[in-house]
């Protein structure tokens, strides 16, 4: 019995460290993560010059059922451009979000990056079933899901990402444009 789970231990370490390697090789993965490592720069040097901040924040308190209060902030990350004659028209381009949010006791946190307003990668840091704390990372490439790294821990969990990536990129556009108006 010992050396069936010695067995089945060391094939679960293969399997993962041959899926781990095969994300650093693959090409799509390695452009993700260098739009994912610029993006962390921005970020870190948000607001460190008050006239260069592009940041939005939103906070929202409410009830859940059976889980008690819940606070979730969201963070919009966005870059400026001016284009036109006399460039008098400003665009947002929104390129990284950060959201935290609380379910009774378990604090949950999560990334979305895109580029040039499509999804590419999410991250999530969450619970699985048992309530161990789980990672994964989500890749995207040309609007569907390219590579899932960790456990899935709800049934379609990457079309609901997906559907709330393409919800926070909506909302982000219309606050920004009737913050301005």
């Given amino acids: 019995m010992k050396l069936f789970r010695q067995t089945l231990i060391l094939t679960a370490l293969l399997a993962f460290s041959s ?7 693959d090409p799509v993965i390695l452009s993700i993560r260098s739009t994912y490592n610029k993006a962390q720069e921005a970020v870190k040097n948000n607001g460190k010059n008050k006239q260069t901040r592009s940041d939005m924040v939103t ?9 008690g209060p819940t ?5 919009f990350f966005f870059k400026m451009a001016l284009f036109g004659e006399e460039n ?5 381009r929104l390129y990284f979000i950060t959201r935290k949010y609380n379910l009774g006791e378990r604090k949950f946190y999560e990334e979305y ?3 040039d307003g499509q999804l590419v ?3 999530k840091q969450g619970y699985n079933s048992e309530g161990k704390k789980v990672d994964k990372r989500l890749y995207y490439r040309n609007g569907e899901i390219y590579q899932v790294v960790g456990e899935l821990t709800e049934p379609y969990e990457t079309e609901i990402t997906q559907y709330l990536a393409n919800d926070y990129l909506v909302s ?5 444009r009737n913050a301005k108006e």
């Fill in 59 to 67: 906070t929202l308190h409410y009830m859940v059922p059976g889980s």
């Fill in 88 to 92: 008098d028209y400003v665009d947002y």
């Fill in 19 to 25: 899926a781990l390697a095969a994300e650093t090789s």
């Fill in 121 to 123: 990668f999410v991250f």
């Fill in 172 to 176: 982000f556009n219309n606050l920004i």
């Fill in 113 to 115: 990056l895109y580029d």
């Fill in 71 to 75: 606070t979730e902030t969201l963070q």
